[in-house]
Nanobody, 122 residues
Framework: VQLQASGGGLVQAGGQVRLSCEAS????????IGWFRQAPGKEREGVLC????????YYKDSVKGRFTISRDNAKYTVYLEMNSLKPEDTAVYYC????????????????WGQGTLVTVSS
């Protein structure tokens, strides 16, 4: 199972960015995919997760209404659309496959690929 996050960068507060999580080596459609992040000097925190059928589980209340997760199994890719970004969203974002369904954070989030840095300037 390999997952690669990409799409990060520097964005102004209030702006938007779309991250991609590309899967390889396994059938994406059989797995839930979740995003988590780690800000400098802080613990990892779960953000949200999308199940095989498209049901979304939010781990972070502050992203509700701002972050949208979607999946395209045919392209082996999960997307994280982040809008109305805030400086506190600054972090390295990672994607992971916690299992066949979205678990309670952080259960199942024990392996992940390279993350992508999102920096939100004020």
């Amino acid at each position: 199972v390999q997952l690669q996050a990409s799409g990060g960068g520097l964005v102004q507060a209030g702006g938007q960015v779309r991250l991609s999580c590309e899967a390889s080596g396994f059938a994406l459609g059989y797995y839930a995919i979740g995003w988590f992040r780690q800000a400098p000097g802080k613990e990892r925190e779960g953000v949200l997760c999308i199940g095989r059928g498209g049901v979304v589980t939010y781990y972070k209340d502050s992203v509700k209404g701002r972050f949208t997760i979607s999946r395209d199994n045919a392209k082996y890719t999960v997307y994280l659309e982040m809008n109305s970004l805030k400086p506190e969203d600054t972090a390295v974002y990672y994607c992971a496959a916690p299992g066949s369904s979205c678990p309670r954070w952080p259960k199942g989030f024990h392996s992940w690929g390279q993350g992508t840095l999102v920096t939100v300037s004020s």
